[in-house]
C-alpha cells in the first residue's frame, strides 16, 4: 500500500479558503487591537461562520458538514498563523462539542449542535477548577440526584468562552466514592439560573479569548442533558481530546510557523558585519532548527488527526502531537526573537507578541508534562 502524503483537491481548497481568510481579515492592524484591548473578536467570526470556517465537526445527521480531524487542522494552522488569540476564540467551541458528538444523543445533538449551525454561537468545556488542573479527579463539583433532574453545585476556573457560550459542557461528581468512574458529564443551557459567570482574566497571551471563571449554585439540569450513563463523564471528557488536541496542535503549528517565517525575513534584510545575519551561521542554524521542528511538528499532528479519521485509537500520537507541537511553538517562537535581537524584545515587533501567545500550548489540553504521561502510560501498559 503506498504512502502519500500529499492533500486531496479538497482540502487544498479548504487550506486556501482558511489562508485567503486570513490574509484579508487578520491584518496587523487587528491583531494589535485584540492583544492590547483583550476585546472579543466577534466580527472577525461572523466572517469566519459565514464563510463556514467554525462549527465544521459538527456531524451531517443535524445539518452539519461532518468533516474529519485533517480537515480541521488545515483550518486551525492557518488561522493560529495569523493570530492564536483570535484562532482561539474561533475554535475554542469545538471541545465542548466533542463530548456530545461522542457521546451524545441524538436528541442532544439537536438540541445543542444543530442550532450553532443557525447563527454564531459559542459553547464552552467547563473541566478544570481552581484546584483541580490536571489532576481531573481533584475537581470538587458535584450533581446531586433530585427526582427526574440533578442540582450542581461547584466552582470552574480557566474555561475558554465562558463569557460568550449558549451553553457549558460540566463535567462533576455523582458519586465522589467512584473516583473518576463516579465523574457525569452534563449540558448546561447559560441561561439555566444559578449559574456566575466571572470576570475576564487578563492573560500573559491569547488575549482575544474569553477566559473566566464559573460558579454553579444549585444549577438545577434535567436528566435528558445528562451525556451517557451516570458515570461515563471521565471517559467521554478525556476522549473529547482525542479529537481536539491535533487542531491545538496544528494551532502550535501555525504559530510556529508564523514565527519562523518572520524571523526567515528579517534576517535576510538586517545585516551586520558588512552582510545579512542570515549569512552567519549562528542565525542561519537556528533558522535550520526552526524549519525542520515545524514541519516534524506538523507531519505528527497530519497522523494524529488521519489515525482518528480512519476510527482508530490515536490517544498515543495526539500526545505526541500535542507534547512536540506545543514545545516547539514556545522554542521556536523564543528563537525568532533571539533573531531579531532587542527588535524582538520590543512590543513594535510581532515576535513579541508570538512568544507570549506560544506559552500556553505547553498548558492547555493537557501540559507538557501531562503528555509525556500520556506516551509512557500507552508505551508501558499498551505494549
Given at each position: 500500500?503506498?504512502?502519500?502524503?500529499?492533500?486531496?483537491?479538497?482540502?487544498?481548497?479548504?487550506?486556501?479558503?482558511?489562508?485567503?481568510?486570513?490574509?484579508?481579515?487578520?491584518?496587523?492592524?487587528?491583531?494589535?487591537?485584540?492583544?492590547?484591548?483583550?476585546?472579543?473578536?466577534?466580527?472577525?467570526?461572523?466572517?469566519?461562520?459565514?464563510?463556514?470556517?467554525?462549527?465544521?465537526?459538527?456531524?451531517?445527521?443535524?445539518?452539519?458538514?461532518?468533516?474529519?480531524?485533517?480537515?480541521?487542522?488545515?483550518?486551525?494552522?492557518?488561522?493560529?498563523?495569523?493570530?492564536?488569540?483570535?484562532?482561539?476564540?474561533?475554535?475554542?467551541?469545538?471541545?465542548?462539542?466533542?463530548?456530545?458528538?461522542?457521546?451524545?444523543?441524538?436528541?442532544?445533538?439537536?438540541?445543542?449542535?444543530?442550532?450553532?449551525?443557525?447563527?454564531?454561537?459559542?459553547?464552552?468545556?467547563?473541566?478544570?477548577?481552581?484546584?483541580?488542573?490536571?489532576?481531573?479527579?481533584?475537581?470538587?463539583?458535584?450533581?446531586?440526584?433530585?427526582?427526574?433532574?440533578?442540582?450542581?453545585?461547584?466552582?470552574?476556573?480557566?474555561?475558554?468562552?465562558?463569557?460568550?457560550?449558549?451553553?457549558?459542557?460540566?463535567?462533576?461528581?455523582?458519586?465522589?466514592?467512584?473516583?473518576?468512574?463516579?465523574?457525569?458529564?452534563?449540558?448546561?443551557?447559560?441561561?439555566?439560573?444559578?449559574?456566575?459567570?466571572?470576570?475576564?482574566?487578563?492573560?500573559?497571551?491569547?488575549?482575544?479569548?474569553?477566559?473566566?471563571?464559573?460558579?454553579?449554585?444549585e444549577v438545577v439540569v434535567p436528566k435528558r442533558n445528562r451525556l451517557g450513563a451516570e458515570g461515563e463523564g471521565w471517559k467521554i471528557a478525556m476522549a473529547a481530546f482525542d479529537h481536539t488536541r491535533p487542531m491545538v496542535a496544528a494551532a502550535a503549528v501555525g504559530l510556529a510557523r508564523s514565527a519562523m517565517e518572520h524571523a526567515i525575513a528579517y534576517a535576510r534584510e538586517r545585516t551586520a558585519f558588512g552582510q545579512p545575519i542570515a549569512m552567519q551561521e549562528g542565525i542561519a542554524f537556528l533558522i535550520a532548527d526552526m524549519a525542520k521542528d515545524v514541519e516534524a511538528a506538523r507531519q505528527l499532528v497530519r497522523l494524529a488527526a488521519w489515525t482518528i479519521d480512519q476510527g482508530r485509537r490515536n490517544t498515543k500520537f495526539a500526545a505526541y502531537a500535542k507534547a512536540f507541537a506545543a514545545d516547539t511553538a514556545m522554542r521556536v517562537a523564543t528563537d525568532a526573537v533571539q533573531v531579531f535581537g532587542g527588535n524582538g524584545f520590543n512590543a513594535e515587533y510581532p515576535v513579541e507578541k508570538l512568544m507570549r501567545d506560544a506559552k500556553i500550548f505547553q498548558i492547555y489540553e493537557g501540559t507538557s508534562q501531562i503528555q509525556r504521561v500520556i506516551i509512557a502510560k500507552e508505551i508501558f501498559s499498551r505494549s
Open positions: 500500500m503506498a504512502i502519500d502524503f500529499s492533500l486531496s483537491p479538497e482540502q487544498e481548497d479548504l487550506q486556501k479558503l482558511a489562508r485567503d481568510f486570513v490574509r484579508k481579515e487578520f491584518s496587523a492592524e487587528v491583531v494589535r487591537h485584540h492583544d492590547a484591548t483583550g476585546e472579543f473578536p466577534r466580527a472577525v467570526l461572523e466572517k469566519a461562520f459565514e464563510l463556514g470556517l467554525m462549527n465544521v465537526h459538527i456531524p451531517q445527521e443535524v445539518g452539519g458538514l461532518g468533516l474529519g480531524s485533517v480537515a480541521g487542522t488545515l483550518i486551525s494552522e492557518e488561522v493560529a498563523a495569523g493570530c492564536t488569540g483570535i484562532g482561539t476564540a474561533m475554535e475554542a467551541s469545538q471541545l465542548a462539542q466533542a463530548p456530545v458528538i461522542i457521546g451524545g444523543d441524538d436528541d442532544q445533538k439537536r438540541r445543542f449542535l444543530a442550532p450553532m449551525l443557525e447563527k454564531l454561537s459559542f459553547a464552552a468545556y467547563g473541566v478544570t477548577e481552581p484546584g483541580a488542573g490536571s489532576d481531573v479527579q481533584g475537581i470538587k463539583t458535584t450533581a446531586k440526584k433530585v427526582g427526574d433532574d440533578y442540582v450542581i453545585n461547584g466552582s470552574k476556573m480557566w474555561i475558554t468562552n465562558a463569557g460568550v457560550a449558549d451553553w457549558y459542557f460540566v463535567l462533576a461528581y455523582t458519586d465522589k466514592s467512584a473516583g473518576v468512574r463516579g465523574m457525569s458529564g452534563f449540558l448546561v443551557p447559560r441561561s439555566t439560573p444559578g449559574i456566575t459567570v466571572g470576570k475576564k482574566e487578563w492573560n500573559m497571551g491569547q488575549r482575544a479569548s474569553d477566559t473566566r471563571g464559573l460558579t454553579f449554585e
